[in-house]
Nanobody
Framework: QVQLVESGGGLVQAGGSLRISCVASGSIFSINSMGWYRQAPGKQRELVAHITSGGSTNYADSVKGRFTISRDNARNTVYLQMNSLKPEDTAVYYC??????????WGQGTQVTVSS
């Protein structure tokens, strides 16, 4: 099993920056990839950014050039640096891990609110 704990959400003004973190614990050695999803009120959960164990990344078109995903394997942590934030980025952000045996794991979510 894999446990994921997010931190770093909060309230920020439009144009500002925020970094959220996700620490993985448990059976971490067979995690294939990790990522961030978000869900705004009344909307479906959507992929924001994704990073493989080899370091390859991909991003939703809406965040390309503004958000950066990275991982620190020594700390079992994945980060999402969010710059030039917009009110439409307001959502609950969920950390996700794909494990080769246990499948999908999700964190509890962290709220990001961008005020206009």
């Amino acid at each position: 099993q894999v446990q994921l704990v997010e931190s770093g959400g909060g309230l920020v003004q439009a144009g500002g920056s925020l970094r959220i973190s996700c620490v993985a614990s448990g059976s971490i050695f067979s995690i294939n990839s990790m990522g961030w999803y978000r869900q705004a009120p009344g909307k479906q959960r959507e992929l924001v950014a994704h990073i493989t164990s080899g370091g390859s990344t991909n991003y939703a078109d809406s965040v390309k050039g503004r958000f950066t995903i990275s991982r620190d394997n020594a700390r079992n942590t994945v980060y999402l640096q969010m710059n030039s934030l917009k009110p439409e980025d307001t959502a609950v952000y969920y950390c996700h891990a794909l494990h080769s045996i246990f499948g999908n794991s999700w964190g509890q979510g962290t709220q990001v609110t961008v005020s206009s």
